[in-house]
């Protein structure tokens, strides 16, 4: 009996029938082992996965790059220690910052203080005899005449390009 198979096995016409039967049996199966694995969906998961990540670190480092940048660029264009001055009669102090195209210094916190006791001046009154705005010490019962901001803000500048400061206090 089992000459008799191995004989059908080793017929030309059965090796070939089988050859080919096997053949198909591989080009059929192996698209559905692919099928199950869905390795196309999971190159592409990967692919994804890969792209958004580098864009996140893409993103990441240009915005880390852009911050760093941004401040090195305000370190190196050193603030004006110019930031105290008399108006008339009004003491005032400001800070400095780069406007935002980040060329030029800008005034900013404005703010008037009592020349007699230091004390930070935000309110302001309408003098019914003069009809002008002033500051008012409530500290002190001082008052100063009220200059537009505007005004102040230019004045400083043009005081820094004529080399007009008066005196400085470190910021
Ligand atoms: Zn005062």
Redesign the pocket.
Known sequence: MKDKIKKFFKHPLVVRVLGTLIASLILLVTPIVFGWFELSDVLNALKTAFVFEVQIWIVLSILLLLAVGFLLVKHFKKTPNYTEDKFGKLNLMWRWDLEKNGEKWEVINLFPY?S??D?PMSETFEDYDSGNENYL?T??D?CYYYIDPKIIKQKILDNIKRGKIKKTRTS
Do not use: A, L
Request: aromatic share 0%.
């Open positions: 009592c007699e006791c004390m010490c500290n002190c001082c």
